[in-house]
Each structure stands twice: as structure tokens, then as C-alpha cells.
């Protein structure tokens, strides 16, 4: 099995963490991998701020809905980009975009051994607000990064025949 198949099955939404701090060298390839996703265009309108002060994480979760394990994390990644044209499909770039990288991220960080989650429930404008993100960006979502405290069991999955159609579309 290959090691990204390893980290897809894998990969839980962790949320518990350890107060272990995240080493600079695993922390640069969690960003390198972000950096090397594909984007639209290569246009690569992605930001990410990764906030590591104790400080500012506990002014995040007073807007990050019941989410209270991300001031626990010694990191915090943060995902945005700005609004532009659509694609042909009707989406905005940037959120796919973004979503790739911070999947990239995740897998590579479960490669590593930290864990994740994907948090999109949070007060957009109050996030942008403490991290002084401009009014034209769009925050698109924000994942904990650490040591797991807890080892969340593999939560089931559809089948494929549920999910996948095979040349046309199909119940």
C-alpha cells in the first residue's frame, strides 16, 4: 500500500491534542505540500497563516463555534484566497483551491503522525478580524494541527456503488 493511500485511510478528525509542540521540520513539509498542490490556472490564490501564539488561538475559539480544542493545538492553519472570476462550472477557484491544499496538508500531516480537522463552522469576519486578513480575502476554512490525544475509531463509509456512477449517472 502506498504511503498516501496509508494516510487517506488513515486520517481522522482529531479533537484532542497533546501539549507536544510541532517540529519546524515536519511543520515545513505540511506547508511544502500545501505549496506543491494543484490550483486552477496555477494561479495559486491561496494564503495560509499558521498561528502558533497561545494567545491569539484563545481569541479564535470565542469565534469558532463549539470548537473549543482549537486553542489546545499548537497550530492552527488557516486557509483563504480572493474572490474572482468563477470557473466555467459556477464555483469560485479559491475555495477549491484552498480546499485541495489544506487536503494535501492534512494527509501530509497524518503521514507524519500529527493530526487535523476540517473546521468551516467559525465567524468569518472575527477571524479576519484577529488576523488582520484583508476585507478582500475570503477565509475558507481552518484545521487544528498537533499531536493526537485521543485515536478516534474509522467512522463508516458509503460503499462505492453508492457513490460512483460509471459513464452516466445512475441510482
Do not use: H
Amino acid at each position: 500500500m502506498s504511503a498516501v493511500v496509508k494516510a487517506i485511510q488513515d486520517r481522522r478528525s482529531i479533537r484532542a491534542y497533546t501539549t507536544k509542540k510541532v517540529e519546524e521540520e515536519k511543520l515545513n513539509q505540511v506547508l511544502e505540500a500545501g505549496r506543491m498542490a494543484p490550483t486552477a490556472n496555477n494561479l495559486q490564490n491561496i494564503r495560509f497563516i499558521v498561528v502558533k501564539d497561545q494567545e491569539t488561538r484563545n481569541k479564535m475559539v470565542d469565534f469558532a463555534g463549539a470548537q473549543g480544542f482549537l486553542k489546545d493545538a499548537p497550530v492552527v492553519l488557516v486557509g483563504f484566497g480572493e474572490p474572482g472570476d468563477p470557473m466555467r462550472c459556477g464555483e469560485q477557484a479559491y475555495t477549491v483551491d484552498v480546499s485541495i491544499t489544506l487536503s494535501y496538508m492534512m494527509l501530509t500531516a497524518t503521514e507524519l503522525g500529527l493530526g487535523t480537522c476540517w473546521l468551516a463552522n467559525f465567524d468569518e469576519s472575527k477571524i479576519k478580524e484577529i488576523l488582520n486578513i484583508p476585507s478582500n480575502m475570503q477565509v475558507v476554512a481552518m484545521s487544528p494541527l498537533g499531536y493526537a490525544a485521543e485515536s478516534p475509531e474509522q467512522r463508516s463509509r458509503k460503499s462505492l456503488e453508492q457513490i460512483v456512477s460509471f459513464d452516466k449517472y445512475s441510482d
